[in-house]
């Protein structure tokens, strides 16, 4: 089988669905164009910033995207097969997670641009308000250090190519780090040279392709340098990310976050577009390279993840529903959004096009014999070759292909880091109290700290065998994202059912998903903390922190289920559901 009779239907229902079904939710959410958004009435170019869409989109795009549409696919469809990774990526992305990103937009935008979880306290109570920031910071912390580790990893060792090519993570980390230089530039050239967003576009975006191109001539080898395995070289620049994580996450939005955002932004339609245009071009130059020949499915229980359901919902988390996308929409975005009528495209539309990067990552696994080594390599690698395969057919050398892959990858996770780690700080802000320049660096300095615990301790599996610290995390990373989306689309519910108890369309629309999102990924933490707990000789208290993790969040998510019932309840009196409150954010 074609592996574009799979995608190019794919992308078509995924434009429909964009045409259809967001503008009913635009239609339902009663979006206007007229009214006032926070980032206009609050505007001090710092935090509150509007900003044309076509640079929002962008930068919320690169910030939601990550490396969770590229590893978790990839997962998934080498465990249970192509065909059920595919269904839930289609499915979850149209009426699971795109509604959950639009909705948690539009949640914040009408509450002034605060957070979900200050939506929450005023639509329930304040223990609730203090349950929904305890699971986040949790949530954010193994979020950097899964998406630390892996981004690390690149920047070490070699991978030898088919045609005897290798790609050095030097390299990689290089382009990397000169990466990191281009956007503060064009921050202060548009800030103060007055340049034009089309002209920086133009300028920005190929010296990021030299910078991918110049990377892997002049590699900083940091193992070779400092006289230490890759091992411990893996560590250290996981150390280094978070001392990066610290300082951005204090910089200004102008200076960093913005421009890379959208560089990233356009970095992700570049490989989405090279992707297709190699894979037209190898379907019709070179029989069979673009075929599908992966088990489309491989059988309900597997043996790296465990049953198909709930876990294909958990180990699939960003390309079909993510709750760390509300954290971007309510923490970042709203601040910027220009008129209220810009949430359908970057709301919902940036879910169909971060579903389109998770099929494309997909594919990379569908068009690989069940019994190929690559199978076994990191989800970045196979990635990274899959699109080296898909980019050679265009002339572009295989070597460059798989270097722009694991470049783009690093690009993802850049922006999640640094969002995170802001976000870690508004809450360590809000529950303590800290404040001023002082409160903001120790509450960022807490939430760039924490995951330093993880990664530098060493982690092991059941058969004692050392794995990375994101293959240790990941699972519980997924599992928490998954019930932190399930959260996030409580919290709407209550605050549109006590706005407007009449309308019939909350339950399916939100109500659903809520509880499809709260059952799975439930019933998938469970599955991973309880054997944990237990031995062939009974009961045990593990000494590994990720089952006590999983407790700890189930119990927040199971008392945060209790308020929401408690409102739905006994309702207060209803608050006004349209258009920004008046009185600028404290936190």
Request: with cysteine.
């Given at each position: 089988?074609?592996?574009?009779?799979?995608?190019?239907?794919?992308?078509?229902?995924?434009?429909?669905?964009?045409?259809?079904?967001?503008?009913?939710?635009?239609?339902?959410?009663?979006?206007?164009?007229?009214?006032?958004?926070?980032?206009?009435?609050?505007?001090?170019?710092?935090?509150?910033?509007?900003?044309?869409?076509?640079?929002?989109?962008?930068?919320?795009?690169?910030?939601?995207?990550?490396?969770?549409?590229?590893?978790?696919?990839?997962?998934?469809?080498?465990?249970?097969?192509?065909?059920?990774?595919?269904?839930?990526?289609?499915?979850?992305?149209?009426?699971?997670?795109?509604?959950?990103?639009?909705?948690?937009?539009?949640?914040?935008?009408?509450?002034?641009?605060?957070?979900?979880?200050?939506?929450?306290?005023?639509?329930?109570?304040?223990?609730?308000?203090?349950?929904?920031?305890?699971?986040?910071?949790?949530?954010?912390?193994?979020?950097?250090?899964?998406?630390?580790?892996?981004?690390?990893?690149?920047?070490?060792?070699?991978?030898?190519?088919?045609?005897?090519?290798?790609?050095?993570?030097?390299?990689?980390?290089?382009?990397?780090?000169?990466?990191?230089?281009?956007?503060?530039?064009?921050?202060?050239?548009?800030?103060?040279?007055?340049?034009?967003?089309?002209?920086?576009?133009?300028?920005?975006?190929?010296?990021?392709?030299?910078?991918?191109?110049?990377?892997?001539?002049?590699?900083?080898?940091?193992?070779?340098?400092?006289?230490?395995?890759?091992?411990?070289?893996?560590?250290?620049?996981?150390?280094?990310?978070?001392?990066?994580?610290?300082?951005?996450?204090?910089?200004?939005?102008?200076?960093?976050?913005?421009?890379?955002?959208?560089?990233?932004?356009?970095?992700?339609?570049?490989?989405?577009?090279?992707?297709?245009?190699?894979?037209?071009?190898?379907?019709?130059?070179?029989?069979?390279?673009?075929?599908?020949?992966?088990?489309?499915?491989?059988?309900?229980?597997?043996?790296?993840?465990?049953?198909?359901?709930?876990?294909?919902?958990?180990?699939?988390?960003?390309?079909?529903?993510?709750g760390f996308h509300s954290l971007i929409a309510s923490g970042t975005t709203s601040k910027q959004l220009r008129r209220e009528t810009d949430a359908k495209p970057i709301g919902y539309g940036t879910m169909l096009l971060e579903a389109m990067v998770a099929i494309v990552s997909l594919a990379c696994v569908m068009t690989l014999p069940a019994d190929?080594?690559?199978?076994?390599?990191?989800?970045?690698?196979?990635?990274?070759?899959?699109?080296?395969?898909?980019?050679?057919?265009?002339?572009?050398?295989?070597?460059?292909?798989?270097?722009?892959?694991?470049?783009?990858?690093?690009?993802?996770?850049?922006?999640?880091?640094?969002?995170?780690?802001?976000?870690?700080?508004?809450?360590?802000?809000?529950?303590?109290?800290?404040?001023?320049?002082?409160?903001?660096?120790?509450?960022?300095?807490?939430?760039?700290?924490?995951?330093?615990?993880?990664?530098?301790?060493?982690?092991?599996?059941?058969?004692g065998k050392p794995v990375p610290a994101w293959r240790m995390f990941w699972g519980l990373f997924g599992a928490s994202n998954q019930l932190l989306a399930a959260l996030t689309l409580l919290g709407v519910l209550v605050w549109l059912v006590r706005t407007r108890k009449s309308a019939a369309w909350i339950w399916p629309v939100v109500g659903l998903?809520?509880?499809?999102?709260?059952?799975?990924?439930?019933?998938?933490?469970?599955?991973?903390?309880?054997?944990?707990?237990?031995?062939?000789?009974?009961?045990?208290?593990?000494?590994?922190?990720?089952?006590?993790?999983?407790?700890?969040?189930?119990?927040?998510?199971?008392?945060?289920?209790?308020?929401?019932?408690?409102?739905?309840?006994?309702?207060?009196?209803?608050?006004?559901?349209?258009?920004?409150?008046?009185?600028?954010?404290?936190?």
């Amino acid at each position: 089988m074609s592996l574009l009779a799979i995608l190019v239907p794919c992308a078509v229902v995924l434009a429909v669905a964009y045409r259809v079904y967001g503008s009913i939710l635009a239609r339902l959410f009663r979006l206007d164009a007229g009214a006032t958004t926070p980032a206009v009435a609050f505007r001090d170019d710092v935090d509150y910033s509007p900003i044309p869409p076509q640079l929002l989109l962008g930068q919320h795009f690169s910030a939601i995207a990550a490396a969770g549409p590229i590893v978790g696919p990839i997962f998934a469809g080498v465990a249970f097969g192509w065909l059920p990774a595919l269904l839930w990526i289609m499915l979850g992305s149209i009426f699971v997670g795109g509604v959950h990103d639009f909705s948690s937009l539009v949640a914040s935008v009408r509450h002034g641009a605060r957070s979900i979880a200050e939506v929450v306290r005023e639509h329930m109570t304040r223990r609730s308000y203090v349950l929904f920031l305890a699971f986040v910071w949790i949530a954010l912390v193994y979020i950097v250090v899964a998406f630390t580790d892996i981004v690390a990893s690149t920047f070490v060792g070699r991978q030898v190519l088919e045609n005897g090519e290798s790609v050095s993570g030097g390299g990689i980390a290089t382009s990397s780090l000169l990466y990191l230089a281009l956007p503060m530039i064009m921050g202060l050239s548009m800030r103060f040279l007055r340049m034009p967003l089309w002209l920086a576009t133009a300028v920005f975006v190929p010296l990021v392709g030299v910078a991918i191109w110049g990377g892997q001539k002049i590699p900083f080898e940091l193992g070779a340098t400092l006289g230490i395995t890759d091992a411990s070289s893996q560590k250290l620049w996981g150390v280094l990310l978070l001392c990066y994580c610290l300082v951005a996450a204090m910089l200004p939005m102008w200076l960093l976050l913005q421009p890379r955002g959208h560089l990233g932004g356009c970095f992700l339609y570049v490989a989405l577009a090279g992707a297709a245009i190699g894979l037209v071009a190898s379907d019709r130059l070179v029989a069979g390279d673009a075929s599908v020949v992966y088990p489309a499915f491989l059988g309900w229980q597997s043996k790296t993840q465990g049953s198909l359901v709930p876990m294909l919902f958990i180990t699939i988390a960003c390309g079909a529903c993510s709750g760390f996308h509300s954290l971007i929409a309510s923490g970042t975005t709203s601040k910027q959004l220009r008129r209220e009528t810009d949430a359908k495209p970057i709301g919902y539309g940036t879910m169909l096009l971060e579903a389109m990067v998770a099929i494309v990552s997909l594919a990379c696994v569908m068009t690989l014999p069940a019994d190929s080594p690559v199978v076994s390599q990191p989800p970045n690698f196979v990635y990274a070759l899959g699109m080296g395969r898909f980019l050679e057919i265009l002339g572009i050398p295989a070597a460059v292909g798989v270097s722009f892959a694991l470049m783009a990858f690093t690009t993802f996770v850049y922006d999640t880091l640094d969002v995170c780690t802001r976000l870690g700080r508004y809450i360590i802000q809000e529950l303590t109290g800290l404040t001023g320049r002082a409160g903001a660096w120790l509450g960022t300095a807490i939430t760039a700290g924490a995951p330093l615990v993880f990664l530098l301790r060493p982690h092991v599996a059941g058969d004692g065998k050392p794995v990375p610290a994101w293959r240790m995390f990941w699972g519980l990373f997924g599992a928490s994202n998954q019930l932190l989306a399930a959260l996030t689309l409580l919290g709407v519910l209550v605050w549109l059912v006590r706005t407007r108890k009449s309308a019939a369309w909350i339950w399916p629309v939100v109500g659903l998903p809520t509880a499809v999102m709260y059952v799975m990924s439930t019933w998938a933490l469970l599955s991973m903390t309880w054997p944990r707990f237990m031995t062939a000789s009974g009961f045990t208290l593990p000494i590994d922190p990720v089952p006590w993790a999983g407790i700890v969040l189930l119990a927040l998510a199971a008392m945060m289920l209790v308020e929401a019932i408690r409102a739905l309840q006994f309702p207060q009196s209803p608050r006004p559901s349209a258009g920004p409150i008046v009185g600028r954010p404290t936190a």
